[in-house]
């Protein structure tokens, strides 16, 4: 059984940073693909970023210039540096790999 477990969230001004990170366990993730989607209230889930098991990257272009992912495969964690944020970053983020997503982790950015 894999788990994922997003953390990181928080409040943040804008124009603020945040890194969420997303701990799995249960497999060893390092051959895997993983994704962040991000879900506003009301809304559909969407796409944010990924990363490739080689470490190939790619972004919605929404989040393109502003939102770095990566991982560390030893610690067998995916993070989601994100910069200049705005009000409308204001969302639930989501860790996800093959089935398994988190619980979410909240972002709420304040004016």
């Known amino acids: 059984q894999v788990q994922l477990v997003e953390s990181g969230g928080g409040l943040v001004q804008t124009g603020g940073s945040l890194r969420l990170s997303c701990a799995a366990s249960?497999?060893?993730?390092?051959?895997?693909?993983m994704i962040w989607y991000r879900q506003a209230p009301g809304k559909e889930r969407e796409f944010v970023a990924t990363?490739?098991?080689?470490?190939?990257?790619y972004y919605a272009d929404s989040v393109k210039s502003r939102c770095t992912i990566s991982r560390d495969n030893a610690k067998s964690t995916v993070y989601l540096k994100m910069n200049s944020l705005k009000t409308r970053s204001t969302t639930v983020y989501y860790c996800?790999?093959?089935?398994?997503w988190g619980q979410g982790t909240q972002i709420t950015v304040s004016s």
């Open positions: 990363i490739t098991s080689s470490g190939s990257t």
């Open positions: 249960g497999r060893t993730l390092s051959n895997y693909n």
């Open positions: 996800n790999h093959d089935k398994y």
